[in-house]
């Protein structure tokens, strides 16, 4: 069985402070994975993807490392608005993506 | 507006009666999926199909039932064979490899 591991946490960090979630991946045939955010009771929404190179967006910076099989996910200058369940996803080939059952972090002012 | 709709938002019903999930994406996705999340629980895949006509089990398929007969819609039976099926249910679509998988909004369904 082809799996994600997440941290489930939850991370409880004070606004402003910087964040960071790793996850794992079994499958090492994974070609593409990303980064996807769920707040309470709704559907999780793309936040990033994840590049071979490693990739930024404003405050959040992903990371994949393929040797060690894992991502990373960094959020910098916390806002109680980042607070919400972080998946972590892993993809191959035609198959259906995978997730993680995500992280948890709730930003405390 | 593209996207992904599934209706409705809260469904309630009695043991033992099935109910069909609507789900229809306007973005001419050819993979569409159907999961399952429990409160605090990551998401399950029950069903999913990569073409019209075709679809394939996932992880919790028994107890549920799909078909597949037009590429804009992709409809989830839950059966009364399923024995828990309070849960909120997602059905998503992408476009190919390696693309962004999206979500609708999600259909809560309890059983009294």
């Known amino acids: 069985r082809k799996e994600v591991e997440q941290d489930p946490g939850p991370f409880n960090v004070p606004e402003g402070a910087t964040v960071a979630f790793n996850c794992t991946y079994s499958?090492?045939?994974?070609?593409?994975f990303f980064w996807y955010r769920q707040d309470c009771r709704k559907e999780p929404k793309l936040l990033m993807s994840?590049?071979?190179s490693g990739n930024e967006d404003g405050r959040f910076t992903a990371q994949l490392n393929r040797a060690s099989q894992y991502i990373s996910l960094l959020i910098r200058d916390s806002k109680l608005s980042d607070s919400a369940t972080y998946l972590c996803?892993?993809?191959?080939?035609?198959?259906?993506?995978?997730f993680g059952k995500g992280t948890r972090l709730s930003v405390i002012a | 507006d593209g996207g992904i709709t599934q209706s409705p938002k809260y469904l309630f019903r009695k043991e033992g009666q099935n109910v069909t999930l609507s789900c229809e994406q306007n973005?001419?996705?050819?993979?569409m999926y159907w999961y399952r999340q429990d409160p605090g629980q990551g998401l399950r895949l029950i069903y999913y199909?990569?073409?019209?006509?075709?679809?394939q089990k996932g992880d919790i398929a028994e107890g549920y039932s799909v078909s597949r007969e037009k590429k804009e819609s992709f409809p989830l039976t839950v059966t009364s064979a399923q024995k828990n099926p309070t849960a909120f249910y997602l059905c998503?679509?992408?476009?190919?490899?390696?693309?962004?998988?999206?979500f609708g909004p999600g259909t809560r369904l309890t059983v009294l």
């Open positions: 998503a679509s992408n476009g190919g490899r390696d693309t962004e998988q999206f």
């Open positions: 973005l001419n996705h050819d993979a």
């Open positions: 499958n090492s045939a994974s070609q593409s």
């Open positions: 994840v590049y071979s």
């Open positions: 996803v892993s993809h191959s080939g035609n198959t259906p993506l995978v």
């Open positions: 199909s990569q073409i019209v006509n075709d679809f």
